[in-house]
């Protein structure tokens, strides 16, 4: 037997004891963390001696196992001495003190018996079995008592650890005290109840009620049954501490006031029971009043709630009601900019009542920062159309919603948050009209978006209209839209659904972030994902299926294939123009994977989905590819992406947008003609950098801001500036060629003449829009000057 501790820390140990009881039936989560701590493989329902091949070793565990026993064996026999006073008070009636301790002595010795161990559970089960059997067929009495007591004490030892076997001893020494009748049942139902629910929890508890109150009815009567069943029923959902919490929250709500309530929440309930089963009211408005006060408290509060208890559901209800609160609040342009900061510690992804909502608001509040960073009034001005447009759908969506309280809640809040844009919007615009400044509307770097760069896409008519007449042919061919780096692909591809007809619909899907997955399973979710995303953008939304996930896990492309064949049917007389951008990447996955499935989805995908058109778009042509990819994607037409027509470059360039005056003499127009060689990319950069010359002396009073124009001689001084700000262009240019080639380049910059040997160097560089067909000069000034300045810093 495990012998109680000297003197000296004899209530040290009962002190743990007595936390570990409150453990059992309050705190089950700090139990099992406890317990994990000692054992990881240590939980709450094992008989710890099963372990004690590791006492030694394990000191925690040897003393754990020994309040175990102590607390399973002498529990039950303070329970009794507690409760028989109350009940004979209470209920009038005898309490029967002979039969309770002749059971709680075979109890004991049933814990005895099992001290050892359990090195031959056969054994003691089977003598746990012929004593109920004795018990129940043969005994009374003290006999009954004595037989019942070993078997159920042996029985628990053997099957359980403290948590049930504290509770149930508990249980039937108090229940077998009571008299009889539906007063003994409903004291074994309410024992019986409350043990249930901390070994079992709520579902198999309130099962094992009905299933007990039947039994007991058909066995012992309707009134017995009823008794039992309810009484257990009410001891599983824990009514009888319940009560009392309800009291408190009371208490606390009506006591303290809102701003007051903060210091309430180290008081809610859910702080000494974890395992509150029915809700209590009031706890969530408590904790939203308390964000706007102590938001760290608060947040404790809900990470404690989340972690700690079963009280998941009010915690999101909290989340919900502080993040309803904090986005109704905004009241200026910076509130919305601040959200997403302010909302960042909420998890991911958010309470289902948020899940659909409140990453939208987090995306609008991005996209407002955006606009904030912008560094003009006019591009503020802009950028703010697309949080403004997607407020306007956001407040569509939530109206339709089957939630009532998130239609009124956030519909609200959209609706204020549109008037605070819309209205930030006019001010800005009239910050723009009075601006001495030119606006600064030309966009260099990244692909234009129709959301923000609206007009100054420009030209490439001829590339739209052979797209839309290969498509709507009788067999469509492959597409493949090639060209230079940044010579507009990406930009006529996020065009291309306003630019032709609207029975095909374009889904745009960028392979360079789809190659950085290193499994077929990570490529096709990416792909799937992105379809889905492209088409949820066009001008006429498509809302797309989700994939079967369990069959993409399976065999990704055969499941990617079948989905495609459903969106086909789900949407007859429309052609899918799947338009997959920076298709070389392809090939990074083909070797990442050491499989070829994804270019033989793409073949099935032409030989067998006939609504389905591909088009691939990036800087090389199949041929200069590995010759995999000629097996794969026959009868393709190649559409080349090359510079602007001169027409559609001086259109860029004089009228970029809508009512931009005239900033420009027809000499500057001429000059950045002449150096870009209508280079889409070159020709905004070149007149990004004159607008910035042209403001920087109106700032300085070096020119008047209604007559100031731009010359031939302002276009050459912004030169350096160019060729610093565009070097990632140069750079990624002249890394991409050949030594054969940039051997040739340094030959003519030198002024050498090419022989009849570089036919072929000249050719390829002809191909690359770098050398004109003689091989003599550059086509495009600009990186002739990168070049000869490279050539002079090595």
Not at 505 to 517: E, F, M, N, R
Not at 653 to 669: G, H, K, L, M, W
Request: glycine fraction near 6%; aromatic fraction near 10%; charged fraction near 20%.
């Amino acid at each position: 037997m495990n012998k109680i501790p000297p003197a000296s820390g004899f209530w040290n140990y009962v002190a743990e004891c007595v936390r570990l009881l409150y453990w059992i039936y309050f705190k089950p989560f700090t139990f099992e963390r406890w317990l994990r701590d000692i054992h990881p493989e240590l939980k709450p329902r094992d008989n710890p001696f099963d372990k004690r091949d590791e006492f030694r070793t394990n000191p925690r565990l040897r003393r754990y196992a020994g309040q175990v026993w102590w607390l399973t064996a002498v529990v039950p026999i303070f329970a009794v001495l507690l409760v028989a006073p109350i009940y004979t008070l209470v209920s009038g009636k005898s309490f029967d003190w002979f039969i309770s301790c002749v059971f709680l002595v075979g109890w004991f010795i049933g814990r005895v018996i099992d001290r050892g161990g359990n090195k031959n559970r056969l054994v003691i089960i089977l003598v746990a079995v012929f004593s109920i059997f004795l018990a129940v067929r043969f005994l009374s009495g003290v006999a009954f008592g004595v037989a019942f007591g070993v078997a159920v004490g042996v029985a628990f030892g053997v099957a359980v650890g403290v948590a049930v076997g504290v509770a149930v001893g508990v249980a039937v020494g108090v229940a077998v005290g009571v008299a009889g009748g539906v007063a003994f049942n409903v004291a074994v139902g309410v024992s019986f109840g409350v043990a249930g629910g901390v070994a079992g929890g709520v579902a198999g508890g309130v099962a094992g009620g009905v299933a007990g109150g039947v039994a007991v009815g058909v066995s012992f009567g309707v009134a017995r049954g009823v008794a039992f069943g309810v009484a257990f029923i009410l001891g599983v959902l824990r009514i009888y501490f319940w009560l009392p919490e309800l009291l408190w929250i009371l208490t606390l709500f009506l006591l303290f006031p809102n701003e007051k309530r903060v210091n309430c929440l180290r008081s809610l309930p859910p702080r000494f029971d974890e395992l509150i089963i029915l809700p209590l009211p009031f706890m969530d408005v408590m904790i939203v009043e308390a964000y706007r006060n102590n938001p760290a408290a608060a947040r404790e509060t809900i990470d404690y709630l989340i972690t700690s208890t079963n009280q998941q559901k009010l915690a999101a209800q909290a989340i919900s009601g502080i993040a309803g609160d904090i986005l109704n609040r905004c009241q200026r342009l910076s509130d919305i900019v601040e959200i997403a900061n302010q909302l960042a510690w909420i998890p991911s992804p958010p309470p289902k009542e948020l899940g659909a909502v409140l990453p939208q608001f987090l995306d609008i509040s991005q996209n407002v920062r955006a606009s904030e960073e912008a560094t003009s009034p006019y591009r503020k001005y802009e950028l703010l159309n697309i949080p403004i447009k997607a407020l306007r759908q956001l407040g569509q969506s939530i109206v339709l919603t089957k939630n009532a309280r998130v239609a009124v809640s956030f519909g609200n809040t959209a609706q204020n948050w549109l008037t605070i844009l819309e209205t930030a919007q006019r001010t800005l615009e009239e910050q723009a009209q009075r601006s001495q400044e030119i606006r600064q509307v030309y966009i260099a770097g990244n692909s234009l978006d129709p959301e923000t760069a609206r007009n100054r896409f420009k030209g490439r008519i001829d590339i739209f209209r052979e797209i839309e007449s290969l498509a709507l042919s009788e067999q469509p061919p492959v597409l493949l839209l090639y060209g230079g780096r940044r010579t507009g692909k990406t930009s006529a591809l996020k065009y291309l659904p306003y630019r032709i007809q609207a029975n095909i619909v374009p889904l745009l899907v960028d392979l360079q972030g789809a190659a950085s997955a290193t499994t077929l399973k990570g490529l096709a979710e990416n792909l799937a994902q992105q379809i889905i995303e492209a088409a949820r953008r066009l001008p006429r939304k498509v809302y797309l299926p989700n994939p079967d996930a369990k069959k993409l896990a399976e065999d990704p492309f055969p499941a990617l294939q079948t989905w495609l064949a459903e969106i086909e049917r789900n949407n007859s007389g429309k052609q899918f123009l799947l338009c997959l951008d920076e298709y070389e990447r392809l090939s990074e996955v083909v070797e990442a994977t050491s499989s070829r499935a994804p270019l033989n989805f793409l073949r099935n995908l032409l030989q067998h989905q006939q609504k389905w058109i591909l088009l691939f778009s990036g800087s090389q042509k199949l041929s200069e590819l590995d010759d995999y990819w000629s097996d794969y994607l026959i009868n393709t037409r190649a559409l080349r992406m090359t510079y602007l027509h001169e027409l559609e470059a001086r259109d860029l360039i004089q009228q970029p947008v809508e009512n931009f005056r005239d900033i420009y003499e027809p000499t500057a127009v001429d000059e950045i003609i002449q150096l870009t060689r209508c280079q889409p990319y070159l020709v905004q950069l070149v007149c990004y950098e004159v607008v910035e010359l042209l403001n920087r002396d109106i700032r300085r009073n070096r020119r008047e801001a209604d007559t100031a124009k731009a010359t031939a001689q302002d276009v050459k001084e912004v030169i350096p500036v160019v060729l610093e700000r565009g070097d990632q262009y140069f750079r990624e240019l002249w890394k991409s060629l050949a030594d054969s080639d940039r051997s040739l380049l340094r030959r003519i910059i030198h002024g050498e003449t090419p022989t009849q040997q570089d036919k072929g160097v000249i050719r390829k560089l002809t191909r690359k829009e770098i050398l004109t067909p003689e091989g003599n000069a550059f086509q495009v000034p600009l990186v002739q000057k990168y070049i000869e300045q490279l050539l002079e810093e090595e």
